[in-house]
């Protein structure tokens, strides 16, 4: 589990340069430009400034699409709510992950500002797993070691998040296509982790004692 918590981060990272993609992209377009060029191509283009530019500002436009973002976020989390009964949480993560990471990759591949930009879109969708991978976490854990298990394995991929930054952050810089090969593929790969992982939906539901009862192994006389 703390595998699949590591390369959830990689994800934040990427989340965090959302407004900088979408305020690159928006101006792009509202410039007439943007047209056949992928996302990374975007991130890359250096815009002429004018006199109204202000440093750190964002696009009104660019701003109202980050808050559809996260509605849409929203709404996908409410509908998988209504299926995570009958297809379990396990089986959820997984095809969330690899749909997610196969449009990570695809960012690469559509020629298209908007296309492009749509298959970001999806591959940040994948937020919606960690609430997935916290439940599977406590599942695992007898219920005295649960409230421990769960701490400290987000207290460590918390401290990591800011090497993965820091990569993510270079990586978009110097190699934008490489840094969604690698990411994308890998957080696709958190599907075989996922597979190793018993179905919760077979799992006998485990009934701990009551509070202040005891059980003892000695046989009664």
Same mark, same amino acid.
Do not use: E, R
């Given at each position: 589990m703390a595998c699949l918590f590591t390369l959830y981060q990689l994800l934040e990272a990427f989340l965090l340069w959302a407004p900088n993609?979408?305020?690159q992209l928006m101006e792009l377009l509202q410039a007439g430009g943007g047209r056949g060029l992928t996302l990374c191509q975007i991130i890359a283009a250096e815009l002429d400034n004018d006199e109204d530019? /202000?440093?750190?500002s964002v696009n009104s436009t660019a701003m109202w699409l980050l808050l559809a973002t996260c509605a849409l976020h929203s709404v996908v989390t409410v509908l998988i709510s209504w299926v995570v009964d009958a297809a379990g949480r396990r089986n959820m993560s997984i095809g969330i992950t690899l749909a997610c990471g196969v449009a990570g990759v695809l960012v690469n591949l559509v020629p298209d500002a908007v296309g492009s930009a749509l298959m970001f879109l999806t591959f940040t969708t994948a937020v919606v797993?960690?609430?997935f991978y916290v439940a599977i976490t406590v599942s695992l854990f007898p219920t005295h070691l649960r409230s421990m298990a769960v701490a400290?394995?987000?207290l460590g991929t918390r401290v990591?998040? /800011?090497g993965f930054l820091q990569l993510v952050n270079y990586l978009l810089a110097h190699a934008c296509e490489l840094g969604f090969y690698v990411c994308s593929a890998l957080f696709a790969s958190s599907a075989l982790v996922l597979a190793l992982l018993?179905?919760?939906r077979r799992q006998p539901a485990r009934v701990d004692a009551p509070a202040g009862e005891h059980?003892?192994?000695r046989p009664e006389h």
């Open positions: 993609i979408a305020n530019y /202000v440093a750190c797993v960690l609430g400290t394995t987000m990591m998040s /800011v018993p179905d919760d059980y003892s192994s």
